[in-house]
């Protein structure tokens, strides 16, 4: 497979050539996938990331099966590369009440390690320019063309933008976007994730989610031989103990019976925690500036009622056959960032709406032990909320 530095798209020398039919900001899996999908198509495609791979992300790591057969057509060799299934499901409240019910369309599990380095490479491979550790620092757009500028001072041109950056980058605040006034009047949260050596090993087919006051933890394995163990927290949690996160742990999560366990007794494999603050749950819009989002740039769904991975990847999906439409001609500007806006919504706001409402409930000791009780005597009910948080393949 190439590597990450592929030859340039551009042979003429008239610099009027000199632009990109695509420029995506942020390498994970959103902007991975829409990489590869126009690069396939045979559109000038660059994405910046700023950080350089192989590198771990903060991310439950579980992909939902909606999403295999996507990977496979772009060439992601998901059937040689043993991964865990997961068919089954624990979650419990801050008391260790426990409900286990079986997932319906489930899960594999992958390290993004592993997932966003291959995704790279394969775009890379179809052709499109992949700028590793290169951060933007501003998007403008004038003259029906964005111009992005580095950190570097470097600038290219590009006939559209996407954004996929993540949770929060400094250009929401170029862009001037919405929700961050909302944002600092609302809860903010930090995320924790890092793997775990468990004496034994964890089922191959079980993902676990245990809430804590204020929080909860998933755990759910990936290749390796490994868990991976992400958490959620209201960054007061954080506050109140000093910022340390192993006090944290301590005083906080381990309270769960259930959860402390593998808290107490795992090694972590090798890698100390990532964290990421600043993370809320408003709403966000779908362009901004005629930048067009996706992933959590376009709305972040909480870890316990969703998949972030699965709906960036349905995202791309969407984007990449109206971006297509465009550069040939068949839609106007104003029709692909309303036709993208309404697609985006039919197939996504109904998750993010219900990922919000089961936050509501969820990391609240009282109402988690009401909801999981009421729950486990209403397994089709159960099977309702756990279809809210998986999608149809595609």
Known sequence: MADLHSASPFTGSDPAEHIYDCAIIGGGVAGLTLAVQLAQAGRRVVLFEKETYPFHRVCGEYISLENYDFLCRIGVPLAEMDLPRMTRFTVSSPTGVALHHPLDIGGIGITRYELDLLLARLAAAHGASIQEGTKVTDVVFAGD???????????????????????????????????????????????????????????????????????????????????????????????????????MERQVLMQNPLLRPYLEQAQRAGQAPIVISQITFRERSTVDAHVLMLGDAAGTIAPLAGNGMSMGMNASFLLHGLLLEFLEGRLSRAELEQQYTQAWRNLLSLRIRAGRLIHQFFGRPALTTLAIRALKGLPGITDQVLKLTHGKSY
């Open 145 to 247: 063309v964005f111009t992005l500028t580095t950190a570097a001072g470097a600038t290219v041109r590009a006939r559209t933008a996407c954004g996929a950056w993540g949770k929060h980058a400094n250009l929401d605040g170029k862009l001037r976007r919405p929700f961050l006034a909302s944002s600092r009047q609302g809860r903010q949260f930090v995320a924790v994730k890092y793997h775990l050596q468990l004496a034994g090993g964890f089922p191959q087919d079980l993902v676990e989610m245990h809430n804590f006051r204020d929080g909860y933890c998933g755990l759910s394995p990936v290749p390796g031989g490994v868990t991976n163990c992400s958490y959620i927290s209201d960054v007061r949690n954080l506050r109140a103990h000093g910022n340390s996160v192993a006090e």
